[in-house]
């Protein structure tokens, strides 16, 4: 961000920002500390100055130190939501968030030239996490939280979340934040570090003992939510997003657009329509959302695996500052999470979703979605088919009650088939058909 708060996307030699220093976190997987440490060092002989986190941090603390130091870039070794056995880089541009395609194609390209040793490098070791978690306090309407009275248990998967939500929150006050599975585990207890039904059992057992209101959960680098009702009900990330735009709006916080992936809920154009603020759909990826909030467009997006950004922070997805705003969000509604559910459902009618992960040979997948956009079906289990949408993979539309995507995986043999209706009943129905039409393909 600039001295005059305007993001930009330059991502050529001429971006604004000290190209020499660099704040580099990582998370809590097997070797990212020591792969951070000799990431430093080697960049020490090449010249930059090296920001190392003393400890595991989120990877939207080093979006927030690229921009609020003005630099030009930022790295986290981290495979984010990924199995244990994963690990990688991202990195972190000017803007404070995620780099662009284009600058990932430059690393790539550049990736077989080494580069010359340079003097003037330094590795100096300080606590980032500390300024980062200060920030995100001041984001949040602390006092309405705190005199909330809400009973929240916080689950960070060994992810690099930690205690932050706790500490935050503090002791001493009416709401309470209890941390679940904040400690190291490089095998995230035996799970995959996705704040998802299937991941967050440990949670759910520990809400049945009824001492909770709340879960809110993250991912391995702590920079998606998932939400637990207090019967242990996941509240979906396109729920979450709804409740925020609508709670944020209402409030006067923020005023601009919305943002979805293809992938997110209808609920999200209701929300819109009501709120009379535009909504922008992108492709399917994150980046695509800070796009819209660098240009001005969006004031808050969100995408359907629990990534969300409002504009007052950053044009980055960040768990921890979701999750204050969640609980901001139940505080001034003054009543408990379910009920803003409801309301939801009765102001804009109730919405069912599914999804499920189909692996099957390349050259199986891509014939047919070829077919799909080709020879679209006039109908789908007794729907009929209204249009179609191929902005990223092939959706089909049943008027305004819902639709069925077929997305290929960008780096493996996968298909993704995502359903919406408002007929619960037809959920199963739509991806079991596909399923068939695709093992028989195969056959």
Not at 100 to 112: L, V, W
Not at 166 to 194: K, M, N, Q, Y
Not at 291 to 304: H, K, L, P, Q
Request: aromatic content about 6%; proline content about 6%; glycine content about 12%.
């Amino acid at each position: 961000m600039t001295a005059a708060g305007v993001w930009t996307t330059d991502e050529e030699n001429t971006e604004p920002g000290d190209p020499w220093t660099l704040p580099l976190v990582f998370d809590t997987r097997f070797l990212s500390p020591e792969l951070a440490a000799d990431s430093a060092e080697f960049l020490a002989t090449r010249g930059f100055g090296v920001l190392l986190s003393d400890r595991p941090a989120p990877t939207p603390c080093a979006s927030w130190h690229v921009a609020t130091r003005g630099l030009r870039a930022g790295l986290a070794i981290t495979a984010s939501h990924n199995p244990a056995h994963w690990n990688g880089v991202k990195v972190k541009s000017s803007f404070g968030g995620s780099a662009m395609p284009a600058t990932y194609d430059a690393i790539a390209r550049a990736a077989g030239r080494p580069l010359p040793e340079r003097a003037g490098g330094s590795v100096e070791t300080l606590d980032l996490r500390a300024p980062y978690r200060d920030a995100l306090a001041a984001l949040a309407d602390l006092d309405a939280i705190r005199r909330a009275g809400i009973r929240v248990l916080f689950d960070a998967i060994h992810g690099a979340a930690g205690t932050l939500l706790e500490e935050i929150v503090g002791a001493g006050h009416p709401t309470t934040v209890v941390s679940l599975r904040a400690t190291r585990d490089p095998l995230f207890g035996g799970v995959h570090p996705e704040p998802i039904p299937e991941n967050l059992a440990a949670a759910r057992e520990t809400l049945s003992g009824g001492r909770f209101d709340v879960v809110l959960a993250s991912d391995g680098d702590g920079d998606r939510l998932g939400v637990l009702d207090a019967s242990g009900r996941f509240v979906t990330p396109h729920r979450i997003l709804a409740l925020l735009a609508e709670s944020l709006t209402r409030r006067g916080r923020i005023r601009g657009g919305i943002a979805k992936t293809f992938s997110t809920s209808m609920l999200l154009d209701r929300v819109a329509a009501d709120l009379g603020v535009r909504l922008h759909v992108t492709p399917i990826g994150f980046k695509h959302i800070a796009e819209r909030m660098i240009s001005g467009e969006v004031a808050i997006g969100g995408e359907e695996s629990g990534g969300l950004g409002v504009a007052f922070h950053l044009p980055e997805r960040d768990g921890i500052l979701s999750a204050l705003l969640v609980l901001e969000a139940i505080a001034h509604s003054g009543g408990t999470l379910e009920a803003i559910v409801a309301r939801q459902d009765a102001a804009y009618g109730t919405l069912h979703y599914g999804r499920r992960d189909l692996h099957l040979p390349a050259p199986v997948l891509r014939a047919f979605l070829d077919g799909l956009k080709s020879r679209p079906p006039a109908s789908r289990c007794g729907q009929r088919v209204t249009g179609l949408d191929d902005m990223d993979g092939v959706k089909l539309i049943f008027g305004s009650r819902g639709w069925l995507l077929h997305r290929l995986s960008g780096t493996e043999p996968v298909i993704r088939i995502y359903a919406e209706h408002e007929d619960a009943a037809l959920i199963g129905r739509f991806l079991d058909e596909t399923e068939a039409e695709l093992e028989k393909l195969a056959g």
